[in-house]
């Protein structure tokens, strides 16, 4: 069973930093590409970021590009997030999922996200 | 980015109704579309990839259409466990796009 669970959320200054986790457990982690994509309270989804199954192609949404670094660790089966310089517009919960491609890249499975608060 | 704009932005629906919602890119993308549903408090679900191709396990009344730079998720019949936000998203770019969302609620 596929499994994606997200930490590392949770109350952050503005300017300030925070590193997501998501740990992948029943599949191949290292043959599939990931991203993250965030949803801020009572609005809709927005990706955020993707990264290629050997970690060598990252890819960023214009929003938190600078700001943000994506990485994967394939020996841990742990994909990351670091944010930095916060802004009270990054206030959202974080879901990562992984992606597949048959004919296109979609997610096919999601965390259940962790909420990341920027807030002084 | 290539933005991708769904309509309605909500609509309201009987079981049983045919639903249809749209979805247009600000550009072609081919056949990159993929169709999400959303209930509240939990992860978005893949319902359909490359635009007509329903995922495994998503039930048959869910169908998806189009390509370029109009597309289409349509319900044959609503049933009460469709009420939900659909979100569509194109794969076309390095940069991902959701559209804003549409969300079916009960008549």
């Known amino acids: 069973e596929v499994q994606l669970v997200e930490s590392g959320g949770g109350l952050v200054q503005p300017g300030g930093s925070q590193r997501l986790s998501c740990a992948a457990s029943g599949f191949t982690f290292s043959t599939y590409a990931m991203s993250w994509v965030r949803q801020a309270p009572g609005k809709g989804l927005e990706w955020v970021s993707g990264?290629?199954?050997?970690?060598?192609?990252?890819y960023y949404a214009d929003s938190v590009k600078g700001r943000f670094t994506i990485s994967r660790d394939n020996s841990k089966n742990t994909l990351y997030l670091q944010m930095n310089s916060l802004r009270a517009e990054d206030t959202a919960i974080y879901y990562c999922?992984?992606?597949?491609?048959?004919?296109?890249?979609?997610?096919?499975?999601w965390g259940q996200g962790t909420l990341v608060t920027v807030s002084s | 980015d290539i933005q991708m704009t769904q309509s309605p932005s909500s609509l309201s629906a009987s079981v049983g109704d045919r639903v249809t919602i749209t979805c247009r890119a600000s550009?072609?993308?081919?056949?990159?579309l993929n169709w999400y549903q959303q209930k509240p408090g939990k992860a978005p679900k893949l319902l359909i990839y490359a635009a007509s191709n329903l995922r495994s396990g998503v039930p048959s009344r869910f169908s998806g259409s189009g390509s370029g730079t109009d597309f289409t998720l349509t319900i044959s019949s609503l049933q009460p466990e469709d009420f939900a936000t659909y979100y569509c998203?194109?794969?076309?770019?390095?940069?991902?796009?959701f559209g804003q969302g549409t969300k079916v609620e009960i008549k």
């Open positions: 998203q194109q794969s076309y770019s390095t940069s991902w796009t």
């Open positions: 999922a992984k992606a597949t491609y048959s004919g296109t890249y979609a997610s096919d499975y």
């Open positions: 990264i290629s199954d050997s970690g060598g192609g990252t």
């Open positions: 550009q072609t993308i081919s056949s990159y």
